[in-house]
């Protein structure tokens, strides 16, 4: 295994990252950041979330930012508002012992003249969701001409989010000999497209072996019934959890709803997240469960993105996700921290072949319960 040191990461960030108990990278980090170091260059990194990409190009880029230039030198773009703060909070504290970098997260769903107020500081590396960076450009109160690194997180979901015209309009307004450095679990047709467009045909590509993102102490279950019956175990399984909290996941944002709301009448402190919520609703749920008051959140995928919080113990797969890539990233919510956890499917048995095809493809072991 790799050390950061030997990967070329300098005394101070390595200082920091051993201060949030990161010793040793991951496979994503080992093969992206002694190239992006050495390089200014496209890059295609192909991985799945849980991988730790943020460390992966948020080390190199820290390291090319000339901290006493005060102008925005590095654009990441990111589908979420969770995402946005989560990615500034990791490199602030990659930040702690080396020269001051100043980072601003930018999202719909908080005041636009706060943001922009916060923009007039010294900001050299700017986060921020397609949309509102839209808002900004519009309004001129924000300047790429200077941006040498633009980084597209989460490239896949940005697209299926709807955000194609957003990105075109923000690559076409970076600088074309700025480096693009692509991060996505998969690669769609739309994205391919994107990537021809605007990166060098010579890209530097990475893939990460799928088996790398499993969290060896989460303990995966499933639990065969009807489908009319599911509920029913649904709540016997949180009922045998007690006190513990866990996030339960369905896969439209209807089913969120009606969920929540019919286990809300079993007397379960629960709550929704989803697509239709705004950010203030949103926000209100995310307080209420970071606090204890809400016990079981029932979220959509995309509406989980970003969400990071510690001491959950299981995950409900109510409903399984179209995607296998959103196994990983829903299972990864419990057994952070060094906890064990569980993650359980309720499937009927049409969805036996799905269990089968995630337990190959991510070379994990379910136990039927």
Known sequence: METFKKLGVNDNIIKALLENNITKPTEIQEKAIP????????FIGQAQTGTGKTIAFGVPLLQKIQSDNNYVQALILSPTRELCQQIAKELFKMTKFTEKVFVEAVFGGEKIDIQIARLRRPTQIVVATPGRLIDLLQRKVIDLSQVETLVLDEADEMLSMGFKDEIDFILSKVHAKSAKWLFSATLPDALKRLVEKYMSANAHKIQVSKNEVVNSL??????????KQKFDYVVEFLKAQGAARGIVFCRTKNDAQLLAKKLLAKNFASDAIHGDLDQRDRDKVMRAFKNHKVQILVATDISARGIDIEGLSYVVHYQLPDQIEYYTHRSGRTARAGKRGISISFVTKEEMKNIKQIEQILKISFIKI
């Open 35 to 42: 190239f992006l170091l050495k390089n200014h260059s496209d």
């Open 218 to 227: 989460i303990e995966h279950q499933f639990f065969v019934c009807e489908q």
